[in-house]
C-alpha cells in the first residue's frame, strides 16, 4: 500500500522531536508500491528518511518526504559457518540485532540500540562498539530513481568509510529497500572497544577465546552501556552523536596534549597516520558538558550528544548551540568539528 499525507506532522519521525511538518509524506510498504511512484512527478525536494534518528529539520520541508515500511526478515541460506539474513529497509535496526541475538548468531550484537532503521544503516554505515554496519552487509539492494530498475551493490562497491558510504554522495538516487547479512553461528564475540569487558563483569586481559558468552549476553552488556550514556530513545529528543569524531595531523594531537595540564590524558584512536580525537571530549573540555541554552543542551553523561532538552526546542536553537560548540572547540584547541546529523 502506498500511504500518501500532505501537510504531515513530522515531530514523530525525527527523534530531535522538532516540530515541523512536510508539504507531501509518502510511506510504501513494498517494491511495487515503490516502483509505483513516479519520480518525476514528486514535488522537490524529495528526502527519504529512516527512523529520523540521524537528522536535523531546520523548518518545515518543502517537498516530499518518503519512508520505507518494508519490513520482512528473510533467513536465505545457511552454511557451517554463516547465515544470510535479507532485512527490510523499513525494519528497525534493533529489532535485527534483537532477532540474530536470539538466534544465537553473532555480528549484530554491538550494534544494538542504535536508533534508525536497516535502509537508512546501510547508508550511513552506522557504527559502535569497535563494530560498523559494513563489517556484516553482504549486499545491498536498491531502487535507482534514474534507470528506474532495481540494482544491487556488493559490500566492495559502497566505498564505504566512517559514517560514509557511495549512497551519501548519490543524490538521494538510490533507495535502498533490502540488505543481507551474514551473520555467524561460531564464537566471534568483540570486546575490545572500551568497558565492554567491565560491562560482562570480564577482567580487563581475561581470556575470552575459551569464555562461553552468547551473542545475547553481550547485546545486554552494550544496552546496559549506552542507557547509561546515551538519553533513553523517545523521552528527551536527540539525534544520537550529533559531531563526527575529527580525525587530525599527528602534530595537532600533540598540540592538543601540550596544551591541556599534563596529568590530563587525551583520549585516541590512531587511523593510519592520523589521529582520531572524540569530539565529546574535546567539547567536554570546552565546558559544554550537561550545559543548557536555551531549550537545547549538551547531554550530562556524553558531551558529544546534543538534546531537545525541554521537549520545546526550535530548530534554530539546536543550530545556535551547535555553532557555539563549533566556535568553542575551534578557539580553544584550533579543531573544527563537523556535525555528524544531517541538516534538512
Ligand atoms: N569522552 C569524554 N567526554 C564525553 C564523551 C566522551 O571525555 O562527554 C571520551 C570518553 O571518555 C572516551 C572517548 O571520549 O575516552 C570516546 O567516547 P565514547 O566511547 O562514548 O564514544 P564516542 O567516540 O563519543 C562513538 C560514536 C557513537 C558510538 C560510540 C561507541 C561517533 C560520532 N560516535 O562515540 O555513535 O555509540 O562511539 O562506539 O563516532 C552515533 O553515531 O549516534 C553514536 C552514538
Redesign the pocket.
Given at each position: 500500500m502506498l500511504k500518501k499525507e500532505y501537510s504531515k506532522d513530522l515531530s514523530k519521525l525525527n527523534t530531535f522531536g522538532m516540530k515541523v511538518t512536510a508539504r507531501y509524506f509518502y510511506e510504501y510498504d513494498s517494491l511495487a508500491d515503490l516502483l509505483d511512484l513516479d519520480f518525476e512527478e514528486l514535488v522537490g525536494p524529495v528526502k527519504h528518511i529512516g527512523g529520523g534518528s540521524n537528522l536535523l529539520f531546520t523548518g518545515d520541508f518543502k517537498g516530499t518526504i518518503l519512508h520505507s515500511a518494508i519490513r520482512f526478515t528473510e533467513v536465505l541460506s545457511e552454511s557451517s559457518d554463516e547465515v544470510l539474513v535479507s532485512v527490510g529497509s523499513g525494519v528497525v535496526f534493533d529489532d535485527f540485532c534483537a532477532w540474530a541475538a536470539s538466534k544465537g548468531l553473532w555480528g549484530a550484537e554491538n550494534l544494538s540500540l542504535i536508533p534508525g532503521e536497516v535502509g537508512a544503516s546501510a547508508v550511513q554505515n552506522?557504527?559502535?562498539?569497535g563494530v560498523e554496519v559494513k563489517d556484516i552487509i553482504r549486499t545491498v539492494f536498491c531502487y535507482d530513481t534514474q534507470e528506474e530498475e532495481m540494482v544491487r551493490f556488493e559490500v566492495s562497491d559502497c566505498a564505504y568509510e566512517y559514517?560514509d558510504s557511495f549512497f551519501k554522495h548519490a543524490d538521494g538516487r538510490y533507495i535502498v529497500t533490502h540488505v543481507v547479512f551474514a551473520l555467524q553461528k561460531g564464537y566471534s564475540p568483540k570486546l575490545d572497544?572500551?568497558n565492554i569487558r567491565a560491562a560482562l563483569g570480564l577482567a580487563p586481559d581475561s581470556d575470552t577465546d575459551r569464555a562461553s558468552l552468547t551473542p545475547q549476553q553481550v547485546r545486554d552488556a552494550i544496552i546496559r552501556i549506552r542507557r547509561e550514556?546515551?538519553p533513553e530513545p523517545g523521552k528527551v529528543g536527540s539525534a544520537?552523536?550529533f559531531?563526527?569524531?575529527p580525525v587530525v595531523p599527528r602534530s595537532k594531537y600533540e598540540e592538543v596534549c601540550a596544551s591541556v595540564p599534563a596529568d590530563t590524558k587525551v583520549?585516541h584512536y590512531e587511523v593510519g597516520d592520523m589521529i582520531k580525537i572524540?569530539?565529546?571530549?574535546l567539547?567536554?573540555q570546552c565546558g559544554w558538558?550537561g550545559k543548557r541554552s536555551g531549550n537545547a543542551g549538551v547531554w550530562d553523561k556524553?558531551?558529544?550528544v546534543l538534546v531537545n532538552a525541554t521537549g520545546q526546542a526550535l530548530p534554530e536553537e539546536i543550530v545556535r548551540l551547535e555553532n557555539k560548540i563549533i566556535v568553542s572547540v575551534r578557539d580553544r584547541f584550533g579543531i573544527e568539528l563537523s556535525p555528524?546529523v544531517e541538516h534538512l
Amino acid at each position: 500500500m502506498l500511504k500518501k499525507e500532505y501537510s504531515k506532522d513530522l515531530s514523530k519521525l525525527n527523534t530531535f522531536g522538532m516540530k515541523v511538518t512536510a508539504r507531501y509524506f509518502y510511506e510504501y510498504d513494498s517494491l511495487a508500491d515503490l516502483l509505483d511512484l513516479d519520480f518525476e512527478e514528486l514535488v522537490g525536494p524529495v528526502k527519504h528518511i529512516g527512523g529520523g534518528s540521524n537528522l536535523l529539520f531546520t523548518g518545515d520541508f518543502k517537498g516530499t518526504i518518503l519512508h520505507s515500511a518494508i519490513r520482512f526478515t528473510e533467513v536465505l541460506s545457511e552454511s557451517s559457518d554463516e547465515v544470510l539474513v535479507s532485512v527490510g529497509s523499513g525494519v528497525v535496526f534493533d529489532d535485527f540485532c534483537a532477532w540474530a541475538a536470539s538466534k544465537g548468531l553473532w555480528g549484530a550484537e554491538n550494534l544494538s540500540l542504535i536508533p534508525g532503521e536497516v535502509g537508512a544503516s546501510a547508508v550511513q554505515n552506522i557504527g559502535a562498539y569497535g563494530v560498523e554496519v559494513k563489517d556484516i552487509i553482504r549486499t545491498v539492494f536498491c531502487y535507482d530513481t534514474q534507470e528506474e530498475e532495481m540494482v544491487r551493490f556488493e559490500v566492495s562497491d559502497c566505498a564505504y568509510e566512517y559514517r560514509d558510504s557511495f549512497f551519501k554522495h548519490a543524490d538521494g538516487r538510490y533507495i535502498v529497500t533490502h540488505v543481507v547479512f551474514a551473520l555467524q553461528k561460531g564464537y566471534s564475540p568483540k570486546l575490545d572497544y572500551g568497558n565492554i569487558r567491565a560491562a560482562l563483569g570480564l577482567a580487563p586481559d581475561s581470556d575470552t577465546d575459551r569464555a562461553s558468552l552468547t551473542p545475547q549476553q553481550v547485546r545486554d552488556a552494550i544496552i546496559r552501556i549506552r542507557r547509561e550514556k546515551l538519553p533513553e530513545p523517545g523521552k528527551v529528543g536527540s539525534a544520537g552523536s550529533f559531531f563526527k569524531n575529527p580525525v587530525v595531523p599527528r602534530s595537532k594531537y600533540e598540540e592538543v596534549c601540550a596544551s591541556v595540564p599534563a596529568d590530563t590524558k587525551v583520549p585516541h584512536y590512531e587511523v593510519g597516520d592520523m589521529i582520531k580525537i572524540p569530539a565529546g571530549w574535546l567539547i567536554e573540555q570546552c565546558g559544554w558538558k550537561g550545559k543548557r541554552s536555551g531549550n537545547a543542551g549538551v547531554w550530562d553523561k556524553q558531551a558529544l550528544v546534543l538534546v531537545n532538552a525541554t521537549g520545546q526546542a526550535l530548530p534554530e536553537e539546536i543550530v545556535r548551540l551547535e555553532n557555539k560548540i563549533i566556535v568553542s572547540v575551534r578557539d580553544r584547541f584550533g579543531i573544527e568539528l563537523s556535525p555528524e546529523v544531517e541538516h534538512l
